[in-house]
């Protein structure tokens, strides 16, 4: 069983950077592919950006490539999302999500643990 915990949303003026934080408990976190998902009013849960089992196995969507950055820390049990550049539809809950495969999966099924969310609101 994985918890976790995000933090680090908040409200930024198009242009701004926010970095987000989620903390894992329980065991063997670097065994867990981590993913950042995010969820817009009355649209779908999609990936933002995801890890394996090292940081050197990343994937990201296109329309956050380049200005967003994934990276986990094992010894701490968490993993970032560094957003920088940030854009007005760039506005959602961002979700962390944990699972068990070692490279980094691109489709909601590929995780088991959901955090509760963080909202991310970018103003123009």
């Known amino acids: 069983q994985v918890q976790l915990v995000e933090s680090g949303g908040g409200l930024v003026q198009a242009g701004g950077s926010l970095r987000l934080s989620c903390a894992a408990s329980?065991?063997?976190?670097?065994?867990?592919?981590m993913g950042w998902f995010r969820q817009a009013p009355g649209k779908e849960r999609d990936i933002v950006a995801a890890i394996g089992w090292s940081n050197d196995r990343t994937l990201y969507a296109d329309s956050v490539k380049g200005r967003f950055t994934i990276s986990r820390d094992n010894a701490k049990n968490t993993v970032y999302l560094q957003m920088n550049s940030l854009k007005p539809e760039d506005t959602a809950v961002y979700f962390c999500?944990?699972?068990?495969?070692?490279?980094?999966?691109?489709?909601?099924?590929?995780?088991?643990?959901w955090g509760q969310g963080t909202q991310v609101t970018v103003s123009s």
């Open positions: 329980g065991r063997s976190f670097s065994r867990y592919s």
């Open positions: 999500a944990a699972g068990s495969t070692s490279y980094p999966a691109q489709e909601k099924y590929g995780y088991d643990y």
